[in-house]
T-cell receptor
Framework: RKEVEQDPGPFNVPEGATVAFNCTYSNSASQSFFWYRQDCRKEPKLLMSVYSSGNEDGRFTAQLNRASQYISLLIRDSKLSDSATYLCVVKSYNFNKFYFGSGTKLNVKP | DGGITQSPKYLFRKEGQNVTLSCEQNLNHDAMYWYRQDPGQGLRLIYYSQIVNDFQKGDIAEGYSVSREKKESFPLTVTSAQKNPTAFYLC??????????????FGQGTRLTVV
């Protein structure tokens, strides 16, 4: 079983739509959680960390449910520039290792 | 500016050759990582190092080797034993521990092609 599971998509949405991505992780010892954005043929870049109480950064909202081992990312008012692959990432308590989901591809259409 | 520099950006290797990918960081991070990404796939961990002069195998270490002689440098050698080395290689670094400021920072990657 993979450490981090994501729906690969693609999610095809019109501009202005609200879209949500989900992610599950298997290791309950995971302590830190992140969403990264990766554009085609580029390196991943941190979109936002995910805090236990949930957090928001502009149009982006992240939620964590430790009991269900579930992380979500909500994007409101989608822009064309949001088109990318979104990676769910967990960091283990032991060994400082990061575990990456395979990514969810988002296509925002005009 | 602080960051991670990978070089070269593109690399072509003949079959049977060893090649070394460079990764340098000036973020003063203790931990460094090498990942491999194949088209349409996620990142897979090759090797990681939590401190100078120490490193551990990741999930797909066969055919690769690393060294960590300096805090800022973590070069990856792709040996001839790696049967399918064509991929996008990403180096990352982080502060140890959990919470704010411990995320992974990535270099721009090296795209390796076997010819």
């Amino acid at each position: 079983r993979k450490e981090v599971e994501q729906d690969p998509g693609p999610f095809n949405v019109p501009e202005g739509a609200t879209v949500a991505f989900n992610c599950t992780y298997s290791n309950s010892a995971s302590q830190s959680f992140f969403w990264y954005r990766q554009d085609c043929r580029k390196e991943p870049k941190l979109l936002m960390s995910v805090y236990s109480s949930g957090n928001e950064d502009g149009r982006f909202t992240a939620q964590l449910n430790r009991a269900s081992q579930y992380i979500s990312l909500l994007i409101r008012d989608s822009k064309l520039s949001d088109s990318a692959t979104y990676l769910c990432v967990v960091k283990s308590y032991n060994f400082n290792k990061f575990y990456f989901g395979s990514g969810t591809k988002l296509n925002v259409k005009p | 500016d602080g960051g991670i520099t990978q070089s070269p950006k593109y690399l072509f290797r003949k079959e049977g050759q060893n090649v070394t990918l460079s990764c340098e960081q000036n973020l003063n991070h203790d931990a460094m990582y090498w990942y491999r990404q194949d088209p349409g796939q996620g990142l897979r961990l090759i090797y990681y190092s939590q401190i100078v002069n120490d490193f551990q195998k990741g999930d797909i270490a066969e055919g690769y080797s690393v060294s960590r002689e300096k805090k800022e440098s973590f070069p990856l050698t792709v040996t001839s034993a790696q049967k399918n080395p064509t991929a996008f290689y990403l180096c990352a670094s982080s502060n140890p521990g959990q919470g704010l400021g411990t995320e992974a920072f990535f270099g721009q990657g090296t795209r390796l092609t076997v010819v």
